[in-house]
């Protein structure tokens, strides 16, 4: 069974950086779309970013201009470049993965930022 590794999560001042990588553990086979939510506390799961095998990306409103996502397909890895981070972007990070033939969707276990002074 695929698992996706995610890394990259801390704690950051307001205005800082911090990426975010996820890799999965096994072999995926097929074309995928690759992306990130995120879930701060009593609140949905929300789309932070995701981009095609193409490398066309799709952002959030509240990132645009402050993340970038980026993908590596020799590896399967895709990478979130997060800049001038704001407290309100405080939330767990999930990894996600959707294999198009099937629909098959993956889920990481979640990795926490906290953007606090």
């Known amino acids: 069974q695929v698992q996706l590794v995610e890394s990259g999560g801390g704690l950051v001042q307001p205005g800082g950086s911090l990426s975010l990588s996820c890799v999965p553990s096994?072999?995926?086979?097929?074309?995928?779309?690759m992306g990130w939510y995120r879930q701060a506390p009593g609140k949905q799961r929300d789309m932070v970013a995701t981009?095609?095998?193409?490398?066309?990306?799709n952002y959030a409103d509240f990132v645009k201009g402050r993340f970038t996502i980026s993908r590596d397909n020799a590896k399967n890895m895709v990478t979130l470049q997060m800049n001038s981070l704001k407290p309100e972007d405080t939330a767990v990070y999930y990894c996600?993965?959707?294999?198009?033939?099937?629909?098959?969707?993956?889920w990481g276990q979640g990795t926490q930022v906290t953007v606090s002074s």
């Open positions: 996600n993965v959707v294999l198009l033939a099937t629909m098959a969707v993956y």
């Open positions: 096994g072999s995926i086979f097929g074309t995928v779309v």
């Open positions: 981009i095609t095998s193409t490398g066309r990306g």
